[in-house]
T-cell receptor
C-alpha cells in the first residue's frame, strides 16, 4: 500500500556537524513533498518543500534532496544547533490529490549534543 | 503557528463525555484539517474541510464530528463513541484544497486526556 517511512527513528549528532534525515516513499504519483519540524508539545512547523520537477532545493541551513528513481527524500541540516533538536516528519501529496490530503511518515527524532 | 489558534492547550475528559476542541485561523485559508497524533507516531487525518459548510471523513473519523459554519473556524467534537481519545490533536489549514502542492500550516495543538 501507500506509505511514507523513515529509515532511522532516531539520530544523534554533535553540535556543529551536518545532519541528514532520510525518508522513503512508495507512491510514484506523489509530486509534492514537505518537511516539518515538531518540537515537544508543539505543532509541526513547516521547514521546506519540494516539487517533483526538482531534485534539490535549498533554504536557510537546510537542503532537501529528491531522488524519484528510488523514491527517496532527504533533509540536510548544516551546522546543526541544539535548537534543531526535534522530531522531523516528511509528508507527500499525490498529483491526483484534490482534497489537499497529506501522507505523513512516522518521524525521526534528532538529538543534538552540545 | 502562522495565525492558527487552538484551545484549550490541555483538556481533561471523563469517560462518556463529549468534548469540543476549538480551531480558528485568520489566514483566509479555504481548507482546514484535523489530525490525531499518538506518542511516537505520525499524524493521522480525522476530518477535513475544503469549503464552508462542507467536510469529508479522513482515515480515522469514527467517534469524531466536525462542523464548518464559518471559514475561519473548524471545531472538532470528540464523542463518547471514540474508544481511545487520549491523544494530541492538531489542526491545520491551507490556502486551497484544489492543488496537490498546497502547504498545510499547523496550530499549536490540544492535548486531550481521558480520566
Amino acid at each position: 500500500g501507500e506509505s511514507v517511512g523513515l529509515h532511522l527513528p532516531t539520530l544523534s549528532v554533535q553540535e556543529g556537524d551536518n545532519s541528514i534525515i532520510n525518508c522513503a516513499y512508495s507512491n510514484s504519483a506523489s509530486d509534492y513533498f514537505i518537511w516539518y519540524k515538531q518540537e515537544s508539545g508543539k505543532g509541526p512547523q513547516f521547514i521546506i518543500d519540494i516539487r517533483s520537477n526538482m531534485d534539490k532545493r535549498q533554504g536557510q541551513r537546510v537542503t532537501v534532496l529528491l531522488n524519484k528513481t528510488v523514491k527517496h527524500l532527504s533533509l540536510q541540516i548544516a551546522a546543526t544547533q541544539p535548537g534543531d533538536s526535534a522530531v522531523y516528519f516528511c509528508a507527500e501529496s499525490p498529483f491526483y490529490n484534490q482534497g489537499g490530503k497529506l501522507i505523513f511518515g512516522q518521524g525521526t527524532e534528532l538529538s543534538v549534543k552540545p | 503557528d502562522g495565525g492558527i489558534t487552538q484551545s484549550p492547550k490541555y483538556l481533561f475528559r471523563k469517560e462518556g463525555q463529549n468534548v469540543t476542541l476549538s480551531c480558528e485561523q485568520n489566514l483566509n485559508h479555504d481548507a482546514m484539517y484535523w489530525y490525531r497524533q499518538d506518542p511516537g507516531q505520525g499524524l493521522r487525518l480525522i476530518y477535513y474541510s475544503q469549503i464552508v459548510n462542507d467536510f469529508q471523513k479522513g482515515d480515522i473519523a469514527e467517534g469524531y464530528s466536525v462542523s464548518r459554519e464559518k471559514k475561519e473556524s473548524f471545531p472538532l467534537t470528540v464523542t463518547s463513541a471514540q474508544k481511545n481519545p487520549t491523544a494530541f490533536y492538531l489542526c491545520a489549514s491551507s490556502i486551497t484544497p484544489r492543488s496537490s502542492t498546497d502547504t498545510q500550516y499547523f496550530g499549536p495543538g490540544t492535548r486531550l486526556t481521558v480520566l
